[in-house]
């Protein structure tokens, strides 16, 4: 009897070996990164407008958060006293810092599918070619086809 049964009530499934070809397990990497990015930039984002929501029900005035609040917390000092680039000073001090968080997090997650997409697109196509000519000859020798008529 085979060491698959230890008793009756327990089946140990062997494991199975990967598949030759797949590139699937190395692109998932990038797609997951940028996934896992985008969740934690989204869930932020929207911890960040229920908190205002609630500092409004609260207290009755709309907490502004911009991007230059954010700065000033870390104590830039160009944020407190700006000499040069003025208009993006005042881009960032009227551009909500919630949707900078989630808009930070939606261009990594496409810069993540356009670099998995770049990287294994080639390979991709290679196992399809391989594919559909092993998907010829078999049909080609289903017809009868000798291996010279097919090779020629």
Known sequence: MSNKWDKWYYYKSEPKAPETGTYVDRSWSWIGFGLYTFGCTFSASVAIVCW??????????????????????????????????LGVYQMLNSFPFSLFVFLAGLIVLVLAIRVDVSLFRGASNVSRDQTSIGRERARKRRMGYTDNEIDS
Do not use: C
Not at 60 to 80: A, C, M, Q, R, Y
């Open 52 to 85: 205002q929501i609630y500092q409004y029900f609260r207290y009755g005035i709309w907490p502004d958060l911009t991007v230059i609040d954010i700065l000033h917390e870390f104590k830039n000092s160009w944020s407190f006293h700006p000499n040069d680039w």
